[in-house]
């Protein structure tokens, strides 16, 4: 039984480091303004991953948050036209993967830690973009 722990913990640590690993820290950045679109994508067992496309003063900037129900379990929620602030970090598709948001500039949803690492427990490596669900690409 305790082998079967330690194999389990062995696995989900890995699983965690691997996923973590598409979160680039030296390419973190912070951006602001209003929601566009809230886009929200089904995995085939019915999760759901939410991401932004949010008007910064560059342009257009998709942002890849996590599953819904991780974010809607913090209390949390987004609609169009709504301010948000963003830390996170570009992943090579161009998405950012938003390690915590804020409609205040104050308090904050920490969606990864600091290494990257999701907060919510399906992580999976075969996560296209960071939002926590196995979805088709969003074009």
Known sequence: MRKGFIAAGIVFLFGA???????????????????????????????????LEVTT?????R???GPAMFIAS???????DEQVYVVGAKSKTGEIWARSISKDGKSFL???D???TPRWARATEDDPDGCGVSHAPIR
Do not use: C
Not at 57 to 61: A, D, R
């Open 114 to 116: 600091d290494d990257g």
């Open 74 to 80: 913090n209390n949390y929620y987004f609609f169009v």
């Open 57 to 61: 003063s560059t342009g257009l900037v």
């Open 110 to 112: 920490t969606l990864r």
């Open 17 to 51: 480091a691997v996923f973590a690993q598409g979160y680039d820290k030296k390419a973190e950045t912070t951006l602001s303004g209003p929601i566009r679109y809230v886009i929200s994508a089904a995995s085939p067992d019915g999760v759901v991953g939410v991401h």
């Open 63 to 65: 942002v890849a948050l």
